[in-house]
């Protein structure tokens, strides 16, 4: 197999590669998903061989950080079977990082396996305290079993790194519940910025839309809050707060602070090659997986000419009226 590595236009290595393995959920999150989703039919999806297939070309190629996502990973059939073939990886050193993006829900079930196959980080969804609210933005989720898998995932030694999507008007009046929460537990904590989609009024949609930049002169109200500079090879920034010594990261989606050194591509469930989150070019890997079982070189050609066409960087704002569907088309398959 070719193994020069993959590296796009503009120079940057392409070493990150998020993967989502199911469209499912088992939470329908407002921001997120239609509570009555259509969600693919079975044959649509990569089988967790071609999973295999397509993550090893991409690893053979130079990534060597997989997170998993979906959908909820969690949920799909078979998914420790799926990790369990790409923690070879890890053990030929060919893979740094094996790590998921999760709900939780879960995680009480798989944390134990998870971290005996070398998982040693989670990211774990979680935009509020409160068991009310919780039932409401998820529609179908419950708070307890969620915090039961983050206890879980931190008995099995993970490190845990929560995710709280910014809302306001919904978990503004936790902004220091949740960093204090955090603090106490020994958790990493990252706020994102809400993306347009789902599917909500376009009102509530407005309503909802709490700046990062907003949120930290919040956070500025009580703590001293120092841009660090440090990168995680994924899109975070983060701050300290000196008085508590905590980082916080902040992803911006919409913005385009972070394209210079991107270095990540995502796959969607049904094979599609995203090279860029903000705009709409892709690639079908499918058919060249299901083309040749046998033989990953159309794979890897295909693979190689899509990263030849990643942009220097992405180029969408809440302010283009066709955003909220581009964003649905492409977020519902790639799970964020
Ligand atoms: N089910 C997993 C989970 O809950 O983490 C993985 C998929 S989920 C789509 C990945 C992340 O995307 C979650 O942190 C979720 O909160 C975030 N997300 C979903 N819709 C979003 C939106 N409209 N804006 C910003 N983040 C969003």
Not at 101 to 125: E, H, I, K, Y
Not at 148 to 159: D, P, S
Not at 225 to 230: D, P
Not at 294 to 309: G, K, M, N, Q, S
Request: hydrophobic letters at 40%; charged letters at 25%.
């Amino acid at each position: 197999m070719e193994t020069a590595p993959l590296i796009d236009p503009f120079a940057r290595p392409i070493t990150y590669l998020r993967v989502s393995v199911t469209d499912r959920c088992d939470f329908r999150c407002s921001y997120c998903m239609a509570e009555h989703m259509q969600f693919l039919p079975k044959k649509e999806l990569l089988t967790l061989e071609e999973l295999d297939r397509l993550c090893t070309g991409f690893i053979g190629l130079g990534v060597r950080k997989l997170r998993v996502t979906g959908g909820e990973p969690l949920v799909r059939r078979g998914i420790l079977s799926f990790f369990t073939a790409m923690a070879r990886h890890l053990e030929t050193g060919a893979l740094d990082e094996l790590t998921l993006t999760t709900n939780g829900s879960q995680l009480a079930r798989f944390a134990d396996d998870l971290a005996a196959l070398g998982v040693r980080r989670v990211n774990v969804s979680l935009d509020t305290l409160d068991a009310t609210k919780f039932a409401e933005i998820t529609r179908w989720g419950r708070l307890e079993p969620v915090l039961e898998g983050i206890r879980a995932a931190t008995r099995a030694g993970l490190r845990v790194k929560i995710n709280t999507v910014a809302l306001k008007g919904f978990n503004e009046d936790e902004l220091f519940a949740l960093v204090d929460w955090c603090g106490a537990e020994g958790h990493d904590l990252t706020f994102i910025e809400v993306m347009p989609m789902g599917e909500m009024g376009e009102e509530q949609r407005l309503e909802q839309y709490w700046p990062l930049t907003d949120l930290r002169a919040r956070l500025a109200e009580r703590f001293t809050v120092t841009e660090t500079g440090e990168r995680s090879g994924g899109p975070a920034r983060y701050v300290r707060l000196t008085e508590t010594g905590q980082r916080l990261g902040f992803i911006t989606p919409l913005s385009h602070n972070f394209c210079e050194s991107c270095n990540r591509v995502r796959v969607t469930c049904t094979g599609e090659l995203f090279m860029c989150l903000g705009q709409e070019d892709s690639a079908d890997l499918r058919a060249p997986l299901r083309a040749r079982p046998d033989d990953d070189a159309a794979l890897i050609a295909a693979i190689r000419a899509a990263i030849a066409r990643k942009p220097k960087g992405h180029d969408f704002d809440y302010s283009r009226a066709h955003v909220s569907g581009q964003m649905s088309r492409h977020m519902s398959h790639t799970g964020g």
